[in-house]
């Protein structure tokens, strides 16, 4: 068996489709505008999803601006800055850059978000809804994996559901999503004893940890779905996912990597922003 591999652009190019007819509609009323706030540092880690960021909004007609803070940015400062964004009427999502530098904690940044302009879903108000059933704007990379498995037509109402990773905005929302599929979700992470025990007896198995070939064939159910989000780069510079190389020949359905969920997870955020834009013109600040 040789796994279907998922084409994350192709899925991608269907979303910012229909997300561009709505932005064409929008801007009737105004430009839509998508703010990218980073601190200055070390922006190699995410350089890649800005400009993929960058591209994927000029195609759809949305205004995509960065703003690069300097090193001397206080905790304060960037949240001083985020509340500015949050008032100006001219901005319509906006995007926090992590990492962070040193000395700077992301998460109370992220809650200095306006709730109804944070495009990622990372605010704790917007986390919240997920938990609830009643996510608006949700964590792009979760909403990404689930829509990559309802587009595959894979099955969720009673899957056997392996989420390999915890973090706030991908393995718990993406938990979540799940279960309010029905689906029945085991959430592992790195005090999971053995990994292979779990799964080896899903249908599905989402894995998002940053680890490169954390999931090997052998750990694998035969034609399970397996949706790898983490994105690693080895020594050489190859980027390479969280699953290992060999799973293509168990697996019945594999997202790659690069060129699986990625492109997908830029256009959620895209989708977001038109959510984002909805909401505020239909309740003003």
Do not use: F, W
């Amino acid at each position: 068996m040789t796994a279907r591999l998922v084409d994350g652009k192709a899925l991608a190019r269907a979303i910012e489709a229909r997300v561009a007819d709505e932005v064409r509609v929008l801007s009737e009323d105004g430009p839509i505008r998508l703010v990218a706030v980073s601190v200055a540092g070390d922006a190699a880690a995410s350089d890649v999803y800005v400009r993929s960021q960058a591209n994927a909004c000029k195609r759809a007609g949305i205004v995509y601006a960065t703003e690069r803070l300097p090193p001397s940015t206080t905790q304060e400062g960037l949240h001083a800055h985020l509340r500015a964004l949050a008032a100006d009427t001219r901005v319509t999502g906006v995007i926090l850059q992590l990492p962070l530098p040193a000395g700077l904690s992301a998460r109370p940044a992220q809650d200095a978000l306006d709730p109804r302009k944070d495009v990622e879903g990372v605010h704790h108000e917007n986390l919240g809804r997920v938990a609830g059933g009643r996510g608006v704007l949700t964590p792009c990379t979760a909403q990404a994996a689930i829509h990559i498995l309802e587009a595959e037509n894979v099955a969720l109402k009673g899957a056997e559901c392996v989420v390999v990773g915890h973090s706030e905005i991908v393995g718990k929302p993406a938990a979540l999503m799940l279960l309010d599929r029905l689906a029945t979700v085991t959430v592992c992470h790195i005090g999971t004893r053995d990994l292979a025990s779990h799964t080896r007896r899903a249908d599905i198995v989402l894995v998002a940890v940053g680890k490169a070939g954390l999931v090997r064939g052998d750990m694998l159910k035969k034609g399970a779905s397996v949706v790898d989000i983490g994105i690693n780069v080895t020594a050489d510079g190859k980027v390479v996912g969280d699953v290992a190389a060999d799973a293509a020949q168990v697996a019945g359905l594999l997202t790659p990597v690069p060129g699986g969920v990625g492109p997908v997870t830029v256009a959620m955020l895209l989708r977001n922003t038109v959510t984002a834009a909805k909401l505020q013109r239909a309740r003003p600040s």
